[in-house]
């Protein structure tokens, strides 16, 4: 049986401007779907573009002192190198300025007209120029009137839109999932309730000249959404290839931003409905990106831009922080604290360390070669069955529109694994020959987990999941989807290689700032205690690590030496603990150490670091973590 063909828009995007953080994330969005249904054997057709036409683009090549042509050619190159930056797989990048596309809008304009659905009309009303859209006497305050309201008498041609308000409500509460989330639905149900106008689809050329003409008078051009939604289509066939067109429309998902679904929820349908043509199946209207909890706008000052943080931290990580941290249709907080936090947490302590872990283990004691495992125990089946729900869980989720709860399964999964290599302990068993056939069957566990979670988190991270996988000595490309939900994939004998951090950890530079202001910060005494800025204490790294091993360092009667594991690199380190502890006791203990310290010699035993404990006169106690956590997790 043949898969569904699968259709995936986003809006095309304004180049009045550089693209920011919302077009990013849009785009990412839709590869990331469309990634995965090819991975599900789905035919795919993915569209994305530019709107090239416009008040706000004739306004910005008139402040660049060049025609409006030469704006959006130099413009659009943005576009087109974040998307390649962004690892976009897009089948298709449509400019309105096109031909195919511009006589497609003419021919459609022209037939609405000879069927009597535009007709034309003088009218007079407020215009607001920032949305280019005509608005209402009841939304404008004159009494303080905004420079972007104008007041204008004009003749026009107008779309019969008011006449399908009926049909559409019909068509929306008959069919629930055309417009997701639901509370956008309601809220477009909300917009019907009230006189739906009809729709001015064209600007006199004395006004805006910069348009695709209207076919049937030379004195205007045509409205800019009128021409822009048409895209749509336009990139697939309409009226020129039946059989294309028949293949991927109606499209499965048009996404959009918030702050464009009436015009995709209400004039677009309306539009389609006159032309005959079938409506698209869902359009899904994602939140905004908030600056900590502020809009983003140019004049703040605070627009993210996508560049900055692909140079910093790659491709790849900021492609998983965009889906991980919205949830679809809400809106969601974009700081560069947060950023570096799920970076760190995510994918530099969870998943890096629990690929170090199993790899380092593999070339260090089977000669690079993934472990034949052996009889398996309870947290083997536990492991497993964890790893094995994944893609079922995960499918859901996207089916759901949910990728960030299908991603926080993944990071559960390798949460659960890292603990389940703590249960195990494969650094002591290493050191016991006996247990080599367990530290074999630890090991591919380890592996097959990551196996799996890098074929989940391959629409999401492209790049960095197919090297991991070539560690594991998987072959290159796209992952078989349907082994992911099977146990037991990796060969026993296949080559791993050495991988030097496949996420290397980061601050963001305000972590490394701190609270610090400018100049020099005045240290101040309270009580008798110097309080120390916020920038010093962040100087300091605090990790856990687990104790391995512990003896009394000779000729000394305070000083232990210990063996710790700091996510799976050995660390030695002197602490002056032997009064309160005795060596047999600590091993297997989580503690808490300042990793970053210098590496001295105590009584010529070289230290490479400090533990933490907290004292009295006559007592001590070490620093520990509350519940399971991996070793050389963050504190602080």
């Known amino acids: 049986m043949p898969n569904t063909p699968f259709y995936i828009t986003t809006p095309i995007y304004y180049v009045n401007d550089k693209p920011h953080i919302g077009h990013a994330y849009t785009t990412i969005l839709a590869d990331v779907l469309a990634r995965y249904h090819r991975l599900l054997g789905d035919p795919v057709h993915f569209l994305t573009g530019t709107d090239e036409h416009g008040q706000k683009v004739q306004q910005a090549a008139e402040s660049g002192g060049i025609p409006a042509q030469d704006h959006a050619d130099r413009t659009v190159v943005r576009f087109q190198e974040l998307w390649e930056r962004l690892e976009i797989t897009n089948n298709d990048f449509i400019r309105t300025t096109e031909e195919r596309h511009k006589i497609i809008v003419q021919e459609i304009l022209q037939d609405l007209y000879d069927r009597g659905e535009i007709y034309d009309a003088e009218h007079e009303g407020w215009y607001d120029i920032s949305s280019e859209t005509f608005v209402t006497d009841k939304d404008v305050d004159e009494d303080n009137l905004p420079d972007h309201i104008v007041r204008i008498k004009e003749r026009n041609y107008f779309f019969?839109?008011?006449?399908?308000?009926?049909?559409?409500?019909?068509?929306?509460?008959?069919?629930?999932?055309?417009?997701?989330?639901?509370?956008?639905?309601?809220?477009?149900?909300?917009?019907?309730?009230?006189?739906?106008?009809?729709?001015?689809?064209?600007?006199?050329?004395?006004?805006?000249?910069?348009?695709?003409?209207?076919?049937?008078?030379?004195?205007?051009?045509?409205?800019?959404?009128?021409?822009?939604?048409?895209?749509?289509?336009?990139?697939?066939?309409?009226?020129?290839?039946?059989?294309?067109?028949?293949?991927?429309?109606?499209?499965?998902?048009?996404?959009?931003?918030?702050?464009?679904?009436?015009?995709?929820?209400?004039?677009?349908?309306?539009?389609?409905k006159a032309m005959g043509v079938e409506l698209p199946q869902t359009i899904f209207a994602h939140g905004w990106w908030l600056s900590g909890q502020s809009k983003m706008s140019k004049s703040a000052g605070n627009v993210v831009d996508p560049m900055k943080y692909i140079d910093q931290y790659g491709v790849d990580a900021f492609r998983y922080f965009l889906m991980a941290e919205m949830v679809l249709g809400q809106d969601a907080s974009f700081t560069e604290e947060t950023f570096s936090r799920r970076y760190n947490t995510d994918l530099a302590n969870d998943l890096g360390n629990l690929l170090s872990r199993v790899t380092k283990l593999i070339l260090s004691h089977f000669d690079g070669r993934i472990p034949t495992p052996a009889e398996t125990g309870a947290e083997e089946s536990k492991l497993q069955e964890v790893a094995l729900a994944l893609s079922n869980g995960v499918g859901d989720a996207v089916q759901r529109m949910r990728l960030d709860d299908g991603l926080a399964q993944i990071a559960a999964a390798f949460r659960e694994t890292n603990r389940y290599l703590e249960q195990r302990q494969p650094w002591v068993l290493a050191k016991d020959p006996h247990q080599k056939e367990l530290l074999g069957t630890v090991l591919y566990h380890g592996a097959e987990v990551l196996r799996i979670v890098s074929g989940l988190l391959y629409p999401v991270m492209p790049g960095k999941m197919e090297e991991l996988r070539s560690v594991l000595g998987l072959p290159a490309g796209e992952p078989d989807i349907e082994k992911l939900g099977h146990w037991g994939v990796l060969k026993p004998g296949a080559e791993v290689r050495k991988i030097t951090g496949l996420f290397p950890r980061t601050d963001s530079r305000a972590q490394k700032a701190g609270a610090a202001e400018q100049g020099k910060p005045e240290k101040k005494e309270i009580e008798g205690v110097m309080q120390a800025e916020f920038a010093d204490f962040q100087k300091i790294e605090l990790k856990t690590a687990r104790i391995v091993e512990a003896e009394r360092v000779p000729d000394t009667d305070k000083l232990l030496r210990l063996q710790l594991d700091v996510a799976g690199e050995s660390r030695q380190i002197v602490a002056g603990i032997a009064a309160y502890y005795e060596p047999e006791t600590l091993v297997g203990r989580t503690i808490v150490i300042v990793a970053n310290l210098k590496?001295?010699?105590?009584?010529?035993?070289?230290?490479?670091?400090?533990?933490?404990?907290?004292?009295?006169?006559?007592?001590?106690?070490?620093v520990t973590v509350d519940g399971e956590i991996p070793t050389g997790a963050r504190v602080g």
């Open 160 to 272: 019969r839109m008011g006449s399908y308000q009926e049909w559409l409500i019909q068509y929306i509460e008959d069919n629930p999932t055309f417009i997701q989330p639901d509370f956008r639905r309601n809220e477009t149900l909300g917009f019907l309730r009230q006189p739906l106008q009809d729709l001015c689809i064209s600007r006199p050329k004395t006004r805006l000249a910069w348009g695709i003409e209207l076919p049937f008078d030379k004195d205007f051009v045509t409205y800019v959404w009128f021409d822009a939604l048409v895209n749509y289509i336009s990139a697939i066939g309409y009226r020129r290839d039946d059989a294309q067109f028949a293949t991927w429309w109606p499209a499965t998902y048009q996404l959009i931003g918030k702050d464009i679904l009436t015009t995709h929820t209400v004039y677009w349908p309306t539009m389609l």
């Open 599 to 622: 590496p001295a010699k105590i009584r010529g035993v070289e230290s490479q670091g400090m533990l933490l404990a907290a004292s009295t006169d006559d007592s001590l106690r070490l």
